[in-house]
């Protein structure tokens, strides 16, 4: 979307803004303002505030003036919600949505993911995956994601152009590797994968020197990838820069137990990680399957986050990660689409699956039958608590959680505009509407509207998206 002239003002949206304030509280602000200044930050909320009051008011207050504001107001049956967070994706894979047969992780990764991240390093071909891949989940509301690109520094640098002309917020990780992978799809040496890493920090710092919307992030692809000296060095890569890490960690069976046979000094996965000093508050773990007690205690203590991809997870026959046990020791836990080990670009759908896999957990013939009924029960996470954890939980785990998320003063507008299909009263026959699935009928109260939109939304729901204010994606119909 180009820039357009209205970038340069002030914003003013008016109507209904719902947000998370905490784990399973959904607020909602009806008829209220809030008011954006030309840098994107929220600068005032107004309750009980219309154009005119906000015109007469606030403005005045503000120093602004009315041909300088933009307003957006939010129709019948239409809220704006805090942008999606993508805490784990790979671009990559993009081409893949979808295809994983039967496979499981290891090999899923040669039979799949391996020629195709292979493939990227064909600059045009680049182009077209990571292009449509950051316009289909801008058109999903992921206004920020932590991207695992290639081991490829040129097109890992053009992954991090487009995010910044198409203006979505991200993280971009050129993938180091040296370890393990195929004999066409791996790095030299801890050597090149240090050097590579450190050119694509350097051309991010020269396109977004402040990190405003683009920031590296250090990404070892996972321990059994990495060898002992890569992993030394990226964790005081990680020291001296304070850059973020992110790696998968735990994920499946198999893996948990190579990574056991790989380094039979350190004492469990985590430790791996810890011994190389990669677990730190500022480390993005994917998936966290399989942890044990003890590695979870690890996590907490060291203050790293974790990205649950529940999509992936069942996709692969990974398992079933335990977000209530994780929680419950103050882990911040974001959501992950995890493209394409999981097979959706949609935030949206990550969390509904969260919804979903918890409940399997209290199902009294599964897998956990043994444990008490309450426990069980309580594994259940609700429509709130799904929709902080792809909100306020992704910003936290990215570092974000003072500036995204959430709507308040002094955080950034990245928001979207949500509508859902209002079915009127001489309801047409012919006509579904174009909202997609979901329909409301009028007589849901706004707790059931929005668990209608988690069940049966799609980007199709999704009207408009802003990054720190600039306008990145709208829907034509
Ligand atoms: N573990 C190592 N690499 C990958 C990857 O690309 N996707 C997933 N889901 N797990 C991994
Ligand atoms: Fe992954």
Redesign the pocket.
């Known amino acids: 979307m180009t820039p357009s002239k209205d970038e340069k003002k002030h914003q003013l949206f008016l109507g209904l803004f719902i947000h998370s304030v905490k784990l399973g509280e959904l607020k909602y602000f009806h008829n209220t303002a809030v008011f954006v200044d030309r840098s994107g930050n929220i600068v005032a909320i107004e309750p009980q505030c219309d154009l005119k009051k906000a015109e007469e008011v606030v403005f005045p207050k503000l120093g602004w003036k009315g041909g300088d504001v933009v307003v957006t107001a939010a129709e019948e049956g239409q809220f704006f919600f805090p942008g999606f967070i993508d805490t784990h994706v790979?671009a990559p894979?993009y081409p893949n949505v979808g295809i994983f047969g039967k496979s499981t992780?290891l090999d899923w990764?040669n039979t799949y993911?391996f020629p195709m991240e292979a493939s990227l390093s064909s600059l045009p071909k680049a182009h077209r995956v990571y292009t449509r891949c950051i316009r289909r989940t801008l058109a999903h509301g992921t206004t920020t994601a932590a991207y695992y690109a290639t081991i490829h520094v040129p097109s890992t640098n053009l992954l991090a152009d487009l995010c910044l002309s198409m203006g979505q917020r991200a993280f971009i990780g050129r993938i180091c590797m040296d370890n393990l992978g195929p004999d066409y799809y791996v790095d030299e040496s801890a050597d090149q994968s240090l050097k590579l890493t450190q050119e694509s920090i350097e051309h991010i710092k020269a396109i977004d020197p402040s990190y405003a919307l683009i920031s590296p992030i250090l990404t070892p692809?996972?321990a059994p990838?990495c060898s002992v000296d890569a992993m030394t060095r990226l964790g005081a890569l990680h020291r001296e820069t304070g850059l973020p890490v992110q790696t998968?960690i735990s994920?499946n069976v198999n893996e948990v137990q190579l990574v056991r046979d790989m380094f039979p000094d350190c004492e469990h996965y985590a430790g791996v990680y810890d011994t190389y000093g990669l677990l730190t508050k500022k480390t993005i773990l994917a998936h966290a399957i399989h942890l044990s007690n003890d590695e979870a205690d690890l996590i907490a203590c060291r203050g790293a986050k974790i990205a649950h991809c529940p999509c992936?997870n069942s996709a692969?026959t990974s398992g079933e990660a335990y977000v209530r046990w994780l929680l419950n020791k103050r882990i911040a836990l974001g959501l992950g689409t995890?493209m394409s080990?999981g097979y959706s670009p949609s935030i949206l759908e990550a969390a509904r699956q969260a919804a979903l896999v918890s409940n399997h957990r209290a199902m009294p013939a599964g897998k956990w039958a043994d444990l008490p009924a309450e426990e069980r029960e309580r594994a259940k996470l609700s429509v709130e608590e799904v929709l902080h954890l792809a909100t306020r939980g992704g910003a936290e785990v990215v570092g974000l959680g003072d500036k995204i998320g959430g709507f308040e003063v002094g955080m950034q507008w990245d928001a979207q505009l949500i509508g859902l299909g209002v079915v009127d009263e001489t309801v047409d026959e012919e006509d579904v509407g174009d909202h997609g699935n979901v329909d409301v009928f009028g007589w849901e109260k706004w707790d059931e509207r929005v668990a209608k939109w988690l069940f049966n939304g799609d980007d199709r729901n999704v009207k408009k998206v802003w990054v720190r204010g600039r306008l990145v994606h709208e829907r034509v119909r």
């Open positions: 790979h894979q992780l990764l993911t692809r996972f990838a998968h994920e992936s692969l995890d080990g």
